[in-house]
């Protein structure tokens, strides 16, 4: 993995209000698309909600070519911050099989809901 571009992008968590191109999500956290796709394919294959997110082809498949769902940006987001702190992909695959609440549909919504309340 080459040096991030931006190293700070992923100290916060990332919410969007609309679904978002992978290309796009690479430069608000300040990586290359590459990155981009190294992190969403170890979410993909561990975290099934973020898989259950992408809408199925008609022969069943995942389209994995749609744009992110908020939900898809904000597990990514949290990823690379993994990525950061423990610098190998094997030990954040690893970190996200121990602590799979912490990329849970459940926890996105409900730290969107205490965002949501802070800015009221």
């Known amino acids: 993995m080459r040096q991030r571009r931006q190293p700070n992008k992923t100290k916060h968590d990332l919410f969007l209000d609309f679904p978002s191109t992978k290309t796009y999500l690479a430069e608000l956290l300040g990586v290359s698309r590459s990155t981009i796709n190294l992190w969403e394919n170890i979410a993909f294959w561990r975290i ?9 082809k008609s022969t069943g498949e995942y389209d994995r070519e ?3 769902s908020p939900y898809q940006c904000w597990v ?3 990823v690379g911050r993994l990525m950061s702190q423990i610098v ?4 954040v695959k690893q970190g996200i099989a121990k602590n799979p609440n912490h ?3 459940y926890s996105f919504k409900k730290s969107q809901q205490q965002l949501t309340k802070l800015g009221a």
């Open 48 to 56: 099934q909600a973020f898989r259950d997110s992408y809408p199925k």
């Open 66 to 68: 749609c744009p992110l």
């Open 76 to 78: 990514l987001c949290r």
């Open 88 to 91: 190998t992909s094997e030990r």
């Open 103 to 105: 990329f849970s549909l």
